[in-house]
């Protein structure tokens, strides 16, 4: 039975993310410099062709899988800031505890953000700013503090990115960073909120 247009599609994108994932493994693991396709598509049991014939090149092979991560990652910081439910303070909660767990659920995702983040180079090639990203968030962030009635808000925005990002690599390197309750409850005291 021949296949349909709406098959070949679906096909098309199970195809594609099959390599983005196994692209965002093998970039984790050894770089970008350190990755050939050939790696990616010995992985999969296919041909570089097939690779090639999606992603036209390495370059942009890295860039729909460091972008497809990054979407997922800022997703959960960006649905919690514009929750229409939660006061500043259960944000603020919940933006750790949402954190944590894309950390641990994207640790090669986050991989290839600190990458990105270690070279200026790789930024370019992206097309990405990555200060505009955080500043971004930071603005966020410092309304949220404001909101939620804290002196420097600020000030306490960059430092609460800071400590997101301090959380990203002790979970990359898969350091234990305690009871997820207590951890938030501390972060929010030394922050002056409760």
């Known amino acids: 039975m021949p296949r349909n247009k709406e098959k070949n599609e679906i096909l098309t994108q199970s195809r594609k ?7 965002i493994k093998k970039f984790s693991e050894k770089g970008y410099n350190g990755v050939k396709v050939s790696d990616i598509a010995k992985e999969l049991g296919i041909s ?27 997703l959960a910081t960006s649905n919690v800031l514009h929750s229409m439910t939660l006061t ?22 986050c991989m290839l953000i600190l990458q ?4 200026t180079g790789m930024q ?13 968030l930071y603005i966020d962030l410092e309304l949220l503090f404001k909101e939620a ?9 960059r430092n609460f990115v800071a400590l997101l990002d301090g959380f ?3 979970i990359i390197l898969g350091l234990d960073i305690g009871n997820t309750e207590i951890l938030v409850k501390d972060i929010l005291h030394r922050y002056e909120l409760i």
């Open 149 to 157: 009635g804290a002196s420097n808000p600020e000030l306490k925005a």
């Open 88 to 109: 500043p303070l259960e944000k603020l909660k919940a933006i750790i505890f949402e954190m944590i767990k894309v950390y641990n659920a994207k640790k090669e995702g």
């Open 168 to 170: 990203m690599i002790q």
């Open 17 to 23: 993310e099959d390599i983005l994932r196994a692209a």
């Open 48 to 74: 570089q062709g097939i690779i090639f014939w999606y992603f036209q090149t390495k370059e942009n092979l890295f860039i729909n899988a460091f972008m497809k991560e990054f979407r997922e990652i800022k």
């Open 124 to 136: 370019r090639i992206l097309s990405i700013d990555i200060s505009t990203v955080y500043n971004e």
């Open 116 to 119: 990105i983040l270690s070279n």
